[in-house]
């Protein structure tokens, strides 16, 4: 007997290439127990096998010979990288590619491809996987068909467990298996479907009283929900094996259900690495797993669905109509998935793959055939485009108001319920909705249940907030000095409790997962500003690569609906897109991508609406100016806005205060880049295109729809410095005087376009009184026709724009609070 023995399974994309052999050999060598090794095929092998096997029943000869060619290549690679004493392997490699190259000339010239025949040339993809794994590793190489047996069970094959038991009891050393592949009724090559690698280690840990079984993948475990559909879905530590059960039979793709069949009744736990991420616990699923404190565990989702009903009033009462419709569908080779029925009896629906509702329809037209023509049945019909999302945990049982709150969550999403169904082991919900709405349902549910919390009971407040800056400039620095000096004031008096977790500028990125002290971030702001990187780099880093680098190393980290702030100047809407899809707020200094075309505009805040998110923006328009919360709220009190006039740039004011003063143009701008007014380019300012954003994004919040080309702009100048234009702008600022007026760069927003322009406004006009950086902006509504509502402030500075960006992280987190 082997002793105590734990099975490790290695995918396809665990063994994909020389690299990831390597790595499933130093979890091999660092594991505590002798270890027996299932292999699957290579990532893409059994694809490609089959591929040849198409071709060659297609007769097309030249297609499955460069595919053998490319399936000997990928092994030799391997092989080549990893093994000293390779000439075994090679030959083996030769010999797998011409048996290869031989069966698909018999397949070419039969025209015939048997299921016999597909196993036995899919099976070389495990097999000589398998062997060099061994050899790789320093173990004994058995083949599958030595030690798994299976039996027919209703027209499938299904493993003989007594058989496979007598073949275990022999093996005496750790071994390297094929997976996927078995002994059949006839000793003949058969395959295990879908999952076969998987269920092959389930087998065989069954049958040699393992420890437990880890399968290795390329994800971190089963998830809360599809985290292509929720953001913030999050691994789970641990599932009992009925909840595994229900996650894989409701589509999730890491774990086939029938994998968890052996181990059930011998109490083996199973495991799901990431390969990849050796510090990653996974998830355990066992039979000791409680229900926990919260009821829900997670969340299912099966699309492309489609609803079948049989309607009819002669239904009622009648015995059989349900029996009599399952059989159909049986027998014409259909599986249901859902079902749900009238209290009346006067309706049954049931749900299927969409690509077989029409075949569905048929089988039950075809059954009820007599019942539609004396009309006892009125119809029978399918509604396609339909999801089943599937509310799942063992903590549900006996508990109250699960369903009151499923209905509540989906309602607040305006999320229609198509049908619904339970079981009496209370184990899942499962609704039936339109497919258009599946994302927005699976959100809204997430968050109900509060899923994505890795300890619920330590953090049922919600109070804290993750902050990720992007840009670490003069407004980053000012936003973290405000945090720092306000931190106990916000905690107390706001119930705030704001950490950030990680800073990101061009030179990398830098995280600490539980939050940057304060004295760590005060050394960081006195290092950046004393000239000094985030990290040491010969030269800066392209946005993409930072956002490669917050993909890697920023995305996955658990948090609760964190909040990105973006206080660069850079194009970041794609960044900020797949912050949006991963479950960050966006909270904005930055103008520009708020500035993007419009139907990059109105894709970020959908994604926002449909993921119950939010985009702040208040310092992109005003700074520190509450421009932004005054028109929220008269659009809210039901007043109409028509224009807004106003200078919306702190920068520009002072600029044109100094030139009153008779100070020379180019000394101006100087003082101004001095003092931190400008952009970090002031041509940004001078140009009037810092402004033309400002303008586009109030007109956008007001509801037009304009494009950043379709602005009247008129730039106030080309360049920072030249003796000519300080004498024309002298000259410029001596006229406006004999006018009885003075320089305001203005921007005016109504119906009719955008114009922003260097205009001489009257001295007793309400710009004219705006004084160094101020910003001004009067708003003509319904209300305020002939009197504009005017607000006026100072306008830029990064302090003052660091208080704007602190107010919308607050605003995101009250409403997070009352979620």
């Known amino acids: 007997m082997l002793g105590p023995v734990e ?40 694809d490609l096998l089959l591929e040849s096997a198409r071709a060659a029943l297609g007769g097309q000869r030249s297609a499955y010979e460069r595919d053998a060619q490319q399936f000997a290549s990928k092994h030799r690679e391997v092989v080549d990288a990893l093994i000293r004493k390779k000439r075994l392997l090679l030959q083996e490699i030769e010999n797998a590619t011409n048996e290869l190259l031989s069966m698909c000339q018999s397949i070419s010239v039969l025209h015939e491809l048997t299921t016999r025949a597909g196993d036995a040339l899919v099976a070389r993809g495990e097999r000589l996987m398998a062997r060099i794994f061994a050899e790789y590793i320093g173990a004994k190489y058995i083949d599958a068909t030595e030690l798994i047996f299976t039996e027919r069970r209703l027209g499938s094959v299904w493993p003989d467990f007594k058989k496979c038991d007598r073949a275990a009891a022999k093996i005496s050393e750790p071994i390297v298996v094929p997976g996927y592949i078995a002994s059949g009724p006839d000793a003949e090559v058969v395959t295990l479907g879908r999952g076969g690698s998987d269920f092959s280690a389930a087998i065989l840990a069954r049958s040699l009283g393992a420890q437990s079984v880890t399968l290795f993948k390329e994800v971190d475990g089963l998830m809360t929900a599809d985290p292509k559909s929720v953001p913030n879905a999050r691994v789970l530590d641990e599932v009992h094996y009925r ?38 616990r996974g998830t355990r699923i066992a039979a000791d797993v409680k229900p926990g404190a919260y009821p829900v565990k997670a969340l299912a989702a099966v699309h492309h669905q489609a609803l079948v009903a049989i309607e009819g009033k002669g239904m009622i009462g009648v015995p059989g109509v349900a029996g009599r419709a399952f059989t159909s569908l049986a027998q014409a080779g259909l599986s249901v998935s859902m079902i749900s029925q009238a209290s009346s009896e006067s309706s049954i629906c049931f ?133 720092i000096a306000q931190e106990k004031p916000l905690r107390s008096n706001a119930g705030a409790d704001l950490k950030v977790i990680a800073i990101a500028d061009r030179s990398g990125i830098k995280i600490e997962e539980n939050g940057f002290s304060a004295s760590a971030l005060q050394r960081l702001a006195d290092h950046k500003a004393s000239g000094g990187r985030l990290f040491d780099r010969s030269s800066p880093l392209t946005l993409h690569q930072v956002q490669a680098m917050m993909r890697k190393e920023l995305w996955l980290l658990p948090s609760h609906r964190p909040i990105l702030v973006d206080l660069t100047s850079e194009e970041t809407a794609p960044l900020l897109q797949e912050a949006l899809e991963r479950g960050f707020h966006i909270v904005l200094a930055n103008k520009k991508p708020l500035a993007v075309p419009q139907i990059e505009y109105d894709r970020l805040f959908q994604t926002a609406r449909e993921r119950g998110l939010a985009i702040r923006y208040e310092a992109t328009a005003g700074a ?90 008129q730039p106030m100048a080309t360049e920072t410095a030249s003796k000519t234009l300080d004498a024309e702008f002298a000259q410029r600022v001596e006229r406006a005087r004999r006018e009885g007026s003075v320089l305001r760069y203005v921007a005016t927003i109504n119906r009719a376009g955008i114009r922003v322009a260097l205009e001489a406004v009257s001295e007793n006009s309400p710009e004219a009184g705006l004084r160094g950086t101020a910003n001004q902006v009067a708003i003509y509504s319904k209300r305020y026709k002939t009197n504009p509502l005017v607000v006026t402030g100072p306008g830029a500075g990064a302090d003052v724009t660091a208080a704007g960006v602190l107010n919308d992280i607050l605003a995101i987190t009250i409403q997070e609070r009352r979620r």
Do not use: W
Request: a neutral charge.
């Open 7 to 46: 099975v490790y399974k290695f995918g396809g994309a665990a063994v994909g290439n020389a690299d990831a052999v390597r790595i499933a050999g130093e979890h091999v060598r660092a594991a505590q127990n002798r270890v027996v090794v299932v292999v699957s095929a290579m990532q893409g092998v059994t």
């Open 243 to 280: 909840e595994a059960a229900e996650l894989a039979f409701y589509g999730a793709k890491v774990l086939h259900p029938r994998t968890m069949i052996p181990l059930v009744d011998r109490g083996i736990p199973l495991f799901v690495r990431n390969t990849f991420q050796p510090q990653s």
């Open 624 to 713: 520190g100016l509450p421009v932004l919360d005054t028109i929220a709220k008269l659009q809210e009190a039901g007043d109409r806005i028509d224009s807004i006039v106003g200078c919306f740039s702190g920068t520009l004011g002072f600029i044109t205060t100094a030139l009153e003063e008779s100070r020379p143009f180019s000394d101006a701008v100087a003082e101004a880049q001095k003092r931190g007014y400008t952009e970090p380019d002031p041509l940004d300012d001078l140009s009037g295109l810092d402004v033309a954003r400002k303008a586009l994004i109030l007109a956008r919040t007001l509801g037009f729809r304009l494009e950043l080309g379709d602005i009247d702009l």
């Open 351 to 483: 749900v299927v793959p969409e690509s077989e509702a029409s075949h569905a329809v048929s089988a039950l037209q075809t059954a009820f055939e007599s019942e539609r023509r004396l009309k006892l049945i009125d119809r029978i019909h399918a509604e396609k485009k339909t999801a089943l999302i599937a509310v799942l945990g063992l903590g549900m049982r006996g508990r109250h108001g699960i369903a009151a709150r499923t209905f509540s969550a989906l309602s607040g999403q305006s999320v229609n319920v198509v049908a619904i169904a339970q079981g009496s082991s209370e184990l899942n919900i499962t609704i039936a909705i339109a497919e258009k709405d599946a994302t927005r349902a699976q959100i809204a549910l997430h968050n109900e249940f509060q899923l994505d919390k890795i300890h619920p009971l330590a953090d049922v407040s919600g109070r804290e907030s993750k902050l990720t800056l992007l840009g670490f400039g003069q407004i980053g620095r000012a936003l973290v000095r405000q945090l």
